[in-house]
Nanobody, 112 residues
Framework: QVQLVESGGGSVQAGESLTLSCAAS????????MQWHRQAPGMERKLIAG???????MYSDLVKGRFTISKDAAKNVWYLQMNNLQPNDTAIYYC??????WGQGTQVTVSS
C-alpha cells in the first residue's frame, strides 16, 4: 500500500499561485496513476487532474490551462501547480492513487 501526505495549501488572493505537494511512501513502485481531487464546502469531491506514468495528463475543465500536474520521480513527490487562483478554487485538495490511498488533504482558500 501507498501512503500519501499533501502539503502546500494556504490562503491567497485571487490571481495568485500556489504549488501543492504530495509525498508518497511505501509501495511507490506500484503507482501507475496519481490524481488530484478537491472538495469545496458542501460539495462532492471532484477529480481535477491526473498524471499517468507514461506522461499523459488529464485536467478537468474547471482547471485546464491554469493548473499543472507533475512529479519528481527521484523524490517520489507529485505536484499541482495552481496559477490564477480564483475564489471558487477554495477547497480541500487531496492526492489519490486510484484503488489504493488518499492523503489527508490540504486546505486552499482564495479570497477576492
Amino acid at each position: 500500500q501507498v501512503q500519501l501526505v499533501e502539503s502546500g495549501g494556504g490562503s491567497v488572493q485571487a490571481g495568485e499561485s500556489l504549488t501543492l505537494s504530495c509525498a508518497a511512501s511505501g509501495r511507490v513502485d506500484l503507482i501507475q496513476i496519481m490524481q488530484w481531487h478537491r472538495q469545496a464546502p458542501g460539495m462532492e469531491r471532484k477529480l481535477i487532474a491526473g498524471l499517468i506514468n507514461d506522461g499523459s495528463t488529464m485536467y478537468s475543465d474547471l482547471v485546464k490551462g491554469r493548473f499543472t500536474i507533475s512529479k519528481d520521480a527521484a523524490k517520489n513527490v507529485w505536484y499541482l501547480q495552481m496559477n490564477n487562483l480564483q475564489p471558487n478554487d477554495t477547497a480541500i485538495y487531496y492526492c489519490n492513487v486510484p484503488y489504493d490511498s488518499w492523503g489527508q488533504g490540504t486546505q486552499v482558500t482564495v479570497s477576492s
